[in-house]
């Protein structure tokens, strides 16, 4: 299956082109917003709720999230460009609850008792990101999966500016949420020298 194939991260040039290109629909703007900025697997990006990031009165400084597929939990920051985000979603959706899903399915549903009350699917997250990136003529292979790519190869690059390689592993580690540093040495994409200079980096 397509979603199943590695898939690149968004270049930085698209992912202002892709902001620019869902400003005027907040439940899409949201899901590349916060998928960009936690780093978190489709499975666990489509099921969250307003009230993971809004108490009722103020945002939250940490989203707490149990991951799908490990049960451990990541805790990515709640940062400036999510609550951003999170603001234009409420304001498109004042009869939301904290209850409510962010990213709902739009489609028509007789059954449901509210339009926030149906996540959308991970082949649908799959779907638009591979649509968005089309649309503003970007190169390379993209799916959902590469909201999170983005962020965690982000997170890597960052980190290595100012800490050790190793150091600059763990924390794209702890980003991940994966269990093994080869894992997130894998998942980087790093060649095969630099991968073994940065996995000797680090002694647990």
Same mark, same amino acid.
């Given at each position: 299956?397509?979603? /199943?194939?590695?898939?690149?991260?968004?270049?930085?040039?698209? #992912?202002?082109?892709?902001?620019?290109?869902?400003?005027?629909?907040?439940? @899409?703007? +949201?899901?590349?917003?916060?998928?960009?900025? *936690?780093?978190?697997?489709?499975?666990?990006?489509?099921?969250?709720?307003?009230?993971? $990031?809004? @108490?009722?009165?103020?945002?939250?400084? #940490?989203?707490?999230?149990?991951?799908?597929?490990?049960?451990?939990? &990541?805790?990515?920051?709640?940062?400036?460009?999510? !609550?951003?985000?999170?603001?234009?979603?409420? *304001?498109?959706?004042?009869?939301?609850?904290?209850?409510?899903?962010? $990213?709902?399915?739009?489609?028509?549903?007789?059954?449901?008792?509210?339009?926030?009350?149906?996540?959308?699917?991970?082949?649908?997250?799959?779907?638009?990101?591979?649509?968005?990136? !089309? +649309? &503003?003529?970007?190169?390379?292979?993209?799916?959902?999966?590469?909201?999170?790519?983005?962020? #965690?190869? /982000? &997170?890597?690059?960052? +980190?290595?500016?100012?800490?050790?390689?190793?150091?600059?592993?763990?924390?794209?580690?702890?980003?991940?949420?994966?269990?093994?540093?080869?894992? *997130?040495?894998?998942?980087?994409?790093?060649?095969?020298?630099?991968?073994?200079? &940065?996995?000797?980096?680090?002694?647990?």
């Amino acid at each position: 299956m397509a979603k /199943s194939t590695r898939v690149d991260a968004i270049p930085s040039k698209a #992912i202002g082109e892709i902001r620019t290109l869902l400003r005027d629909s907040p439940r @899409d703007y +949201a899901l590349f917003v916060i998928g960009l900025n *936690t780093g978190l697997r489709e499975s666990d990006l489509v099921r969250l709720r307003l009230g993971d $990031f809004w @108490d009722g009165s103020c945002y939250r400084e #940490i989203l707490e999230v149990r991951q799908k597929k490990t049960h451990d939990f &990541v805790r990515p920051c709640i940062n400036r460009a999510i !609550a951003e985000a999170l603001s234009r979603w409420r *304001t498109a959706n004042p009869a939301a609850t904290l209850d409510s899903y962010l $990213f709902y399915r739009t489609s028509k549903c007789y059954r449901r008792k509210s339009l926030y009350d149906q996540h959308i699917s991970e082949n649908w997250v799959y779907q638009l990101i591979k649509s968005w990136c !089309a +649309a &503003v003529g970007a190169q390379g292979n993209f799916g959902g999966h590469s909201l999170r790519r983005t962020r #965690i190869t /982000s &997170v890597f690059v960052e +980190a290595s500016k100012t800490m050790p390689l190793g150091q600059a592993l763990l924390t794209a580690k702890k980003t991940a949420g994966h269990k093994k540093v080869s894992t *997130t040495s894998d998942y980087l994409q790093l060649e095969e020298g630099l991968a073994q200079d &940065v996995q000797m980096a680090v002694n647990l």
